[in-house]
């Protein structure tokens, strides 16, 4: 099953693009 790691890789995308957020804000 690659459910837990295609959410693993959505959670790491989604921080990744609240950090880069809160770095441009």
């Known amino acids: 099953m ?3 790691r295609d ?4 959670f790491e ?3 990744a693009m ?3 957020t ?3 804000a």
């Open 2 to 4: 690659s459910s837990m």
């Open 13 to 15: 995308k989604k921080f």
């Open 7 to 10: 959410r693993q890789e959505g």
């Open 22 to 24: 809160k770095f441009r």
């Open 18 to 20: 609240d950090e880069d």
